[in-house]
């Protein structure tokens, strides 16, 4: 069983930066992907950017491409979301997530989930 715990959200200011991290409790070269996904209220969980541990090869939502990189640190069993130039936008919960996807970028697609870290931007 795979464990996800996220780090690094808060409240800041339009413009600001934020480092996300995801901790897993074991490796999980069985599960190859780890993805960031975002759910603002009232909206549907919508993919942000994903990684696979071995090999490194990265994923990201079109409209974020730029602001957002994904990262991982293999020996430290984290993954991490950089978040620069913050938006009112991008307020959200932010989760992690770790799979087998066909498909990276749906939520479905994934068998481990965090418990999700709360980003709010405002001035």
């Known amino acids: 069983q795979v464990h996800l715990v996220e780090s690094g959200g808060g409240l800041v200011q339009p413009g600001a930066s934020l480092r996300l991290s995801c901790t897993a409790n074991v490796r999980t070269f069985r599960y190859p992907y780890m993805a960031w996904f975002r759910q603002a209220p009232g909206k549907e969980r919508e993919f942000v950017a994903a990684i696979i541990w071995i090999g490194e090869m990265k994923y990201y939502q079109d409209s974020l491409r730029g602001r957002f990189t994904i990262s991982r640190d293999m020996d430290k069993k984290t993954g991490y979301l950089q978040i620069n130039d913050l938006k009112s936008e991008d307020t959200a919960t932010y989760y992690c997530?770790?799979?087998?996807?066909?498909?990276?970028?749906?939520?479905?697609?994934?068998?481990?989930w965090g418990q999700g870290t709360q980003v709010t931007v405002s001035s």
């Open positions: 997530a770790a799979g087998d996807p066909n498909y990276y970028a749906v939520p479905l697609e994934y068998q481990f």
